[in-house]
C-alpha cells in the first residue's frame, strides 16, 4: 500500500518552532511533488506549501510566507515543513501528500498520510 507518513508535530508556544517530516512507504518519495496540508477543528481542509520533485520550485500560502520553509531531502527521500513563529492559528492536523505536480490543491495528491497534530498554545 502506497502511502506517506507524517512526524513531527506537538504541542508548542506561541512563537515557537516545530519541523515537520514526511517519508513515503511503498514508493520513491523523490519522484513526486510533495504538498503539506492542514485542517483545523470546523474547517476545511487547506493547502499550506508545495514542493516540486526536484526541489525548485515551492509554493506558500500567504498566512505562512516567511514563516514556514518547505526542503527535501532526495537522497533521503525525506520532506520537511520547518515552522517557526508559531500561532495560535496554525493550530491543525498536519498532512503530507504527494502526487504528481505542486499544487495547493488537494486534489492533485494520490498518496495521503494519517497527519500529525499541532498545537500551538500557551
Known amino acids: 500500500q502506497l502511502h506517506v507518513v507524517e512526524s513531527g508535530g506537538g504541542l508548542v508556544q506561541p512563537g515557537g518552532t516545530l519541523r515537520l517530516s514526511c517519508a513515503a512507504s511503498?514508493?520513491?518519495?523523490?519522484?513526486?511533488?510533495v504538498g503539506w496540508f492542514r485542517q483545523a477543528p470546523g474547517k476545511e481542509r487547506e493547502g499550506v506549501s508545495c514542493?516540486?520533485?526536484?526541489?525548485?520550485?515551492?509554493t506558500y500560502r500567504d498566512s505562512v510566507k516567511d514563516r514556514f520553509t518547505i526542503s527535501r531531502d532526495n537522497v533521503q527521500n525525506m520532506v520537511y515543513l520547518e515552522m517557526n513563529s508559531l500561532k495560535p492559528e496554525d493550530t491543525a492536523v498536519y498532512y503530507c501528500a504527494a502526487g504528481p505536480y505542486a499544487l495547493l490543491s488537494a486534489v492533485t495528491y494520490q498518496h495521503w498520510g494519517q497527519g500529525t497534530q499541532v498545537t500551538v498554545s500557551s
Open positions: 514542493i516540486t520533485s526536484s526541489g525548485g520550485h515551492r
Open positions: 511503498g514508493f520513491t518519495l523523490a519522484n513526486y511533488a
